[in-house]
């Protein structure tokens, strides 16, 4: 920046110009140190216990963000009412960038499968990126009869009412990739609910429940293992994580249920909070040891702007609504 000095014999226009160079200086200064970020420590928010998908994810990208960031980043899991609790601890944060909070299908259908929410999915937080998908993988215990999904559904219809499936919640995407399957598949399931995944992937392999259709990076080492038996994928093609197992739209034309993960923050944080952060998850996505763990974990890296992101999201919500209105599911209270 260039400032002119007056001449000697008018020295209130000089006296003028330095006091407007002075205060230029101090909004540059001032804007300088508010587009500074992050200036602390980041909270990376988690709806769903630990060792679920969107928890390896965070704990998989924090230690890269906190990296890039040069700060402490902190993953904390907030579980409960299929992350609408951790949902609304982000919406009061602060708007400043530093809390984030890992999505979900879950978070996305929230809307629709409660009647009274303590936040605004669409005012009250901010898209930053798009990350991952998920194939969701339908499972029964390894010595089942069934071996693949025409087997299941003629194992189910020979015996209405006597079977049911495990289910981490109204609105997971476990719950809506099983309750698609009975609609389209046209057998009857008895829901029951369970508050983690290791528990219910339990009590598939002992024959308590019979199917679930947990994430694919959950289920994986126990199918590989053979303690369980994968028989459809939620997406409509393969996932090259698990290429043995059939996409249910092979069984099923037209079914199509794979999650996707994101991140949000509160609405209100500055735009170079959002676009730095956009910046690093991306960056990090194209990391070979990041790539090469999720694709262990059956995790197909993504990326958008924070505007594809809200698009995305909001096509995603008016999807699952339909589809939520179509299956009769009622809001909770």
């Avoid at 200086?25 to 001032?30: Q, S, Y």
């Avoid at 998908?133 to 189910?156: E, F, K, M, Q, T």
């Avoid at 170079?272 to 694709?295: C, T, Y």
């Avoid at 992101?309 to 096509?315: A, P, T």
Wanted: charged letters at 20%; a positive charge; proline letters at 7%.
């Amino acid at each position: 920046m260039v400032c002119f000095r007056g001449s000697i014999s008018d020295e209130r226009p000089a006296r003028s110009i330095v006091r407007f160079c002075a205060v230029v200086l101090l909004c540059m200064t001032g804007l300088a140190q508010a587009q500074q970020f992050p200036t602390k420590p980041l909270r990376i928010v988690v709806g769903f216990a630990s060792g679920t998908t969107v928890d390896v994810l965070g704990r998989l990208l924090g230690p890269k963000l906190a990296e890039a960031f040069q700060q402490q980043v902190i993953v904390e899991n907030i579980t409960g009412a299929s992350s609408t609790i951790a949902a609304a601890n982000v919406a009061r944060a602060t708007a400043d960038g530093h809390t984030l909070m890992l999505t979900s299908t879950a978070l996305v259908t929230s809307p629709s499968l409660f009647r009274k929410l303590s936040f605004d999915l669409d005012k009250d937080f901010a898209p930053v990126a798009l990350l991952a998908y998920v194939h969701n993988v339908l499972v029964i215990r390894a010595d089942s009869p069934a071996r693949d999904i025409p087997g299941l559904i003629a194992l189910i219809r020979a015996q209405p009412g006597k079977y049911n499936y495990a289910s981490s919640g109204t609105g997971s995407a476990g719950h809506l990739a099983t309750e698609l399957f009975k609609a389209m598949a046209k057998v009857e399931l008895l829901e029951v609910p369970y508050k983690a995944n290791t528990q219910a992937l339990t009590d598939v392999i002992s024959g308590e429940v019979l199917v679930f259709f947990p994430s694919l990076p959950s289920a994986l080492p126990l199918i590989q293992a053979g303690r369980l038996r994968g028989l459809a994928l939620s997406g409509r093609e393969r996932s090259a994580a698990a290429p043995d197992i059939p996409a249910m739209a092979e069984s099923l034309p037209g079914y199509e249920a794979s999650a996707q993960f994101g991140v949000i923050v509160p609405a209100g944080t500055p735009r170079n909070a959002i676009v730095a952060l956009n910046r690093e998850f991306l960056k990090a996505l194209q990391l070979p040891d990041v790539r090469k763990s999720m694709a262990g974990q059956g995790l197909e890296p993504a990326s958008s702007t924070p505007e594809e992101f809200g698009r995305q999201m909001q096509e995603g919500r008016q999807k699952w609504e339909r589809l939520i209105r179509q299956l009769g599911i009622k809001p909770q209270d």
